[in-house]
Structures are given as structure tokens and as C-alpha cells.
């Protein structure tokens, strides 16, 4: 993310600002801003004496601005970093006094997870004006796994399409618990190496064979013997595989589709743009178009809402996790 590799380089050059307010819905990013200036901004020596943290539920607004207020001590600057601070919401815009005239010596470091100050606050425009706003924004899905390859490719890592796949799918859009779960490759798969669906499988423990993945492509496939195979493994293990993310996923395959067979261009460059999708995927949809005409695609996307519904308990009749599962291999081949 450019703004955040923005932010670490003035950083590093000792370009400091007197605060840092990191807001937003993706706390990953905001995590990792407050851990760098903590071992970054004052040497190990120095921050005995001028480096603290707060904690939200436990402080105020007047505990940070008198801590901040604060001279360093045989150190150029101090670091206050506040965590949790969104446990403040309803006082936040108490700060303003503060942060209009900041100690320059100070940098406050401000981490307001899941929420965002507002832009018609006399706050927001003054932490503009005098230290740095940082929004971090949740990834949708389809660019996750853009962000898995960046990551790796940075540690020198590699990773299959179907692999980074299978973490988007088990982990959904949280970017510290893939990082976690990366972490854990890191540790076993040598470097220059492209991680595979059997490492995610060996290291993570998600099955490169029995996933939800592995059921969208057999069902686009028309493969009855695979696509059952899956189901009955769900049907076993329900709580690794919940019938409302599995219909989820392909209702978002089968609405996709839908748009596949509206396009004029279905050149794999074309399809992956239109659709947001890797170009690795877009034989899946080739395949899947040939196997489901336009008319029975909308007839699936339909019956797939009212699965949803019925594993929402609605008009369910306390069906099971395996007739539910079963009843969707039903309607859809």
C-alpha cells in the first residue's frame, strides 16, 4: 500500500510528525504503522523513560493530552502510542485543543480501529493540517489475494493461484490472520520456493482436496462423482465448513457467471477484468458457460437464495446440515 510505504520511509529519515491518527475498518495496517514507530522513532535505551502506551478503556482524553504535554527525557522526542483508542469515540473530538497546537516533541500515535473520525470535524482537519490521517481500508475479496503475492514476493516467496485461493476462502478478508498463517509457511518452506495447496494443506491443515473451491470447480465441471464426494465430506464436518459460506461462494460463481455469458469479449484478459477474477480462473467460467446456458444460471442463482435463507433457519423445517448440502447439489446439476 502506498500511503503506508509513504508513511514508514519518512519515518526512517527521521521525518517525524507530532501525530499520527490511523483509523479505519482493516486494523492490520494500523497494527503494523504503531508496532514500527514503537521500535523505530527511539533506540531501546530511550524508551524507558519516553515511550508508553495507553489503552482506551483504561485512560481519557485528558490522561493523553497530559502525558503528551510531557518534555522527553535525555531524548529528542517522546512516543505515546494510544491503543484501542475507538473505546474513546464519544470524547475523541476532545482532543482538538491538543492536536492544534501539538508538542513537537512529542509523537502521538492514535490507533482508532473499526471506526473513522468525521470529515466535518473540526478534528479531522486539524490532524490533516498538523500530523499525518491515515485511513485503512478493507480489502474486498478479489484483492486479497493481489495482497497475498506482494507479501510474498517481498519475502521472496512465491504462491500458486489455487493456494492463495484456499487462504482467501478459509480466511476470508482478515489480513492479520493470513499474515499468521504465513508467518507458519514461512518457518518451513525454504525461500525462492512457490507455496503450493499441499503446503497450505500440510501447515495450515486446509484440505487441498475438500473445500469449497475444489466444489465449485466440479460442480462447473458437471463432475457428480467429485462434487459428491465434497458434499458428503462437508456433511462430516460441519463445523470446518458451514452450509452458508458454501452457498455464498456459489452464488457468487453463479452470478458471475451470469455476467460471463453477457460479454461480447470473452478473451481470458477480458473475462479476468470484467469479472475481477485471477486469468488462472477464467477456464473455470469457460467450462462452467458450456455446461450451464444463460436461462439455467438464473434459475440456479434464485434456488441459491432460498438455500441461503433456509440455512438462516428460515422455512428450513429443521432440515439437516447434510440434507441442506444435498438438497443444493440437487438444484444446481
Known sequence: MDAVKAIVNDIKQKNLKPIYFLMGDEPYYIDKISDFIAVTVLTEEERSFNQMALYGKETSIDDIVSNAKRFPMMAEHQVIIVKEAQELSRTIENLISYVENPQPTTVLVVCYKYKKLDKRKKLYKAVQKNGVLFESKKLY????????????NGKKYQISPKASALLVEFLGTDLSKINNEL???????PQGLEITPAH???HIGISKDYNNFELKKAIGERNVTKAS????YFSQNPKDNPFVLTVTLLNSFFTQLLKYH???DHSPKSVASSLGVS??????YRIAAKNYPMKKVSKIVSSLRELDLKGKGVNAQNMSHPDLLKELL????
Open 200 to 202: 497450505i494443506e500440510e
Open 279 to 284: 486469468p488462472y480462473f477464467v477456464d473455470e
Open 330 to 333: 440437487v438444484k444446481i446439476i
Open 141 to 152: 475479496e478479489n484483492q486479497v489475494a493481489d495482497w497475498i503475492r506482494k507479501v510474498l
Open 183 to 189: 508467518q507458519k509457511l514461512f518457518l518451513v518452506v
Open 229 to 232: 464426494k465434497i458434499i458428503n
Open 262 to 264: 453477457g460479454l461480447q
